[in-house]
Structures are given as C-alpha cells and as structure tokens.
C-alpha cells in the first residue's frame, strides 16, 4: 500500500511537472524587446511600388556653396538624403521623402502658419524644419551643429529646387 501511495505521488509530480511547463509563460525581456523590434520594423517596412526613387531626388538638391559641400549619404526608394559639411563637419541632413507610403507625415503640414517659397513649412523640434512640397514631398533640414540655427535651415530649404521637385507629381 505504501508503495503504491509512493509511485501514485510521483506520477502527481511528474503530470504536473510537465503541465506547467505547457503554461503561457511571459516573455523574457529579450524576447519582448525582439518582438517590439520586428513588429516595429514591418509596421515601417511597407514603401509603396508608386514611390519614387531615391536617385530622382538628388538633382533637387542645393548645390555646394561657398565653405559648404553637399555630399549624398543615403538613397533608396522614396528617399534620398546629404550631408551639408563645412571645414570636414557635419553642419545639417538634408533630405527629400515621398510621403505617398507614410500619408501620416502630411498630417503635420495641415495647420502650418508659415511657408518657404510658398509651400507650407513647420519646426520639427529644436533642430529641424521641413517643408511639404506639391502636397506629397518632404523636404527637410536637420541641424547637426548648434551654430546651425533655424534660420540657416529656412535658407537652405530656400535653395531646394522645390518647383521642379513639385513637377515631380
């Protein structure tokens, strides 16, 4: 009898064992951060096929000038983006996007009180200024210097071919 008693615990232990070992266990920190990471990243993947690409938007770009040099550091479709470098520094990122695979950027430009060369423009925090150009692009200034000020980024927003990126459409 004891002996029965005996092997009749030790299946209790080992069913029960193995079922809690089949529970929902949360996520380790690792796990919650891969899949916050992966989510993120393809709720973002998505670029629409009608996007264009990074290349047509170099030729929009302002040209070197003075001290400046402009130099191209990224390229892909629906976006395009330079280093403004003066004396071998960074000053400011220049950039153009097609906002027609993230409608929610335009959202932004709908209450904007100023504009740049008549297109709607806004302060994106302390160090950028954007303008939205033909109601689809996005062209874009941000400070990488502290002497670069908004002012400086109102001027080179001002020296984006911005009527030839609007014929763009």
């Avoid at 916050?36 to 170099?58: D, I, L, M, P, Y």
């Avoid at 550091?73 to 000053?91: C, I, N, P, T, V």
């Avoid at 150009?133 to 200034?141: L, S």
Wanted: proline share 3%.
């Amino acid at each position: 009898m004891m002996r029965l008693r005996h092997i009749a615990i030790a299946l209790l232990l080992v069913v029960s064992l193995l079922l809690g070992s089949c529970g929902n266990n949360p996520p380790s920190r690792f796990e919650q951060a891969q899949q916050a990471s992966t989510q993120g990243s393809q709720r973002n993947q998505a670029v629409s096929k009608e996007a264009e690409s990074g290349g047509s938007f170099n030729k929009f770009f302002p040209q070197a000038e003075g001290d400046f040099k402009v130099v191209y550091s990224q390229e892909k479709k629906g976006f395009s983006q330079a280093k403004l470098k003066r004396d071998g520094k960074d000053m400011a990122m220049l950039s153009i996007s097609d906002t027609i695979s993230t409608p929610d950027a335009k959202t932004k430009f709908q209450q904007s009180s100023q504009d740049i060369n008549g297109y709607p423009a806004v302060a994106q925090g302390s160090k950028g200024t954007a303008v939205l150009v033909a109601d689809r692009f996005q062209v874009k200034v941000l400070s990488r210097d502290d002497s670069f000020v908004a002012g400086d980024r109102e001027t080179w927003l001002g020296k984006f071919d911005l009527d030839g990126l609007a014929q763009l459409k």
